[in-house]
């Protein structure tokens, strides 16, 4: 369990610092004034200061910040972050979760590379399903409107469907082909009735460009949750933090399987992107809050006070911080009563 603590604190620190430094290297890049850039929380273990910016070790392995003139307020200084355009600043507040999401693609890239790839191309029609009108070799492009690359995708487009006759369109022998499949109703959902062809041993171009529908699939899987919790389809109950986490890098590290360590990049991969997409989310107190702020601004050609903007914020941290409190007790609940 330690080793699981250690591993799963620090894959979420480094998560947190290249979310930070992405916003520190674009801000540098527009000119912004950064004071610091800070690996770790807490008291300070020893600083460096390199140009105009203090970087620095803090006790705490939990995350980072950078530190910009004129980020909490008002300043004169015509460096100042907000001073800058008002797309830079757009940019600067969505570089971190963009390196978030970029990391969690690099990670899919290289579990593709050791892993078979599933495509969303038909290998065989298993007999039970001898009625589909699919074929071996078809390959779905769109499945109820939606595009499909992978198996996943197909997966998604299915569990979302509410008929049991859905719309897929696949290219067979050099053409595009419009179909009416029906689902197979089963314990474990609806089915399509077929068995996709993996690539064995995909090159590193394949991977990487494989890699990019992975990260997609889990993006629009994030954007969906958050749509069902909304809108009252999902419970919070269903969300994990940081203890649930821990418990399945524990599980997954005690299993003994040969592709424990794949399982385990898969796992934080899954999380650099919902981190990622997660802070971009409208809501103060995240990056995407201070992006609505710039673009309130915009539209409305008056910035927004420092003091009005600094209450929302601390409103909604507030709100967060409880949520992810609910979040931690229910996991430890959870381990406790399995």
């Given at each position: 369990?330690?080793?699981?603590?250690?591993?799963?604190?620090?894959?979420?620190?480094?998560?947190?610092?290249?979310?930070?430094?992405?916003?520190?290297?674009?801000?540098?890049?527009?000119?912004?004034?950064?004071?610091?850039?800070?690996?770790?929380?807490?008291?300070?273990?020893?600083?460096?200061?390199?140009?105009?910016?203090?970087?620095?070790?803090?006790?705490?392995?939990?995350?980072?910040?950078?530190s910009?003139?004129?980020?909490?307020?008002?300043?004169?200084?015509?460096?100042?972050?907000g001073?800058?355009?008002w797309?830079?600043r757009?940019?600067v507040?969505?570089a971190?979760?963009?390196i978030?999401?970029?990391?969690?693609?690099?990670?899919?890239a290289v579990?593709n590379?050791?892993?078979?790839?599933?495509?969303?191309?038909?290998?065989?029609?298993?007999e039970?399903?001898?009625?589909?009108?699919?074929?071996?070799?078809?390959e779905?492009?769109?499945?109820n409107?939606?595009?499909?690359?992978?198996?996943?995708?197909?997966?998604?487009?299915?569990?979302?469907?509410?008929?049991?006759?859905?719309?897929?369109?696949?290219?067979?022998?050099?053409?595009?082909?419009?179909?009416?499949?029906?689902?197979y109703?089963?314990?474990?959902?609806?089915?399509?009735?077929?068995?996709?062809k993996?690539?064995?041993?995909?090159?590193?171009?394949?991977?990487?460009?494989?890699?990019?529908?992975?990260?997609?699939?889990?993006?629009?899987?994030?954007?969906?949750?958050?749509?069902?919790?909304?809108?009252?389809?999902?419970?919070?109950?269903?969300?994990?933090?940081?203890?649930e986490?821990?418990?399945?890098?524990?599980?997954?590290?005690?299993?003994?399987?040969?592709?424990?360590?794949?399982?385990?990049?898969?796992?934080?991969?899954?999380?650099?992107?919902?981190?990622?997409?997660?802070?971009?989310?409208?809501?103060?107190?995240?990056d995407?809050?201070?992006?609505?702020?710039?673009i309130?601004?915009?539209?409305?050609?008056?910035?927004?006070?420092?003091e009005?903007?600094?209450?929302?914020?601390?409103?909604?941290?507030?709100?967060?911080?409880?949520?992810?409190?609910?979040?931690?007790?229910?996991?430890?609940?959870?381990?406790?009563?399995?």
């Amino acid at each position: 369990m330690i080793f699981s603590v250690v591993l799963t604190l620090l894959a979420l620190s480094f998560m947190v610092v290249v979310h930070e430094l992405g916003h520190m290297l674009t801000a540098k890049r527009f000119g912004a004034l950064v004071h610091e850039f800070s690996v770790g929380m807490g008291p300070k273990l020893f600083s460096v200061k390199k140009g105009e910016t203090a970087y620095t070790l803090r006790l705490l392995p939990i995350g980072g910040y950078v530190s910009m003139e004129g980020e909490q307020g008002d300043s004169d200084n015509p460096r100042a972050f907000g001073n800058l355009a008002w797309w830079k600043r757009l940019v600067v507040l969505a570089a971190g979760a963009v390196i978030n999401v970029a990391v969690g693609w690099a990670l899919f890239a290289v579990i593709n590379c050791f892993e078979p790839i599933v495509p969303a191309v038909v290998d065989y029609v298993p007999e039970q399903y001898e009625g589909s009108v699919f074929k071996a070799g078809d390959e779905l492009l769109r499945v109820n409107g939606s595009a499909v690359h992978t198996r996943n995708d197909v997966s998604m487009s299915v569990s979302m469907a509410e008929d049991d006759v859905i719309d897929v369109l696949v290219r067979r022998g050099g053409e595009r082909l419009p179909l009416r499949a029906r689902l197979y109703k089963t314990d474990y959902g609806p089915l399509l009735g077929v068995v996709f062809k993996p690539i064995e041993n995909p090159s590193v171009f394949t991977s990487a460009r494989y890699a990019l529908y992975d990260t997609a699939y889990v993006v629009k899987a994030v954007v969906f949750a958050v749509r069902d919790l909304i809108v009252g389809r999902q419970s919070v109950d269903s969300l994990s933090g940081p203890v649930e986490i821990v418990s399945v890098v524990d599980t997954v590290a005690e299993s003994g399987a040969k592709n424990t360590w794949l399982i385990l990049m898969d796992i934080f991969a899954l999380i650099a992107v919902n981190l990622g997409v997660f802070n971009l989310l409208p809501v103060p107190g995240l990056d995407g809050g201070q992006m609505l702020f710039v673009i309130i601004e915009k539209i409305t050609g008056k910035k927004i006070k420092p003091e009005v903007a600094g209450t929302i914020n601390l409103v909604f941290f507030a709100l967060l911080a409880v949520l992810a409190a609910y979040v931690t007790f229910g996991d430890v609940m959870g381990i406790i009563n399995k």
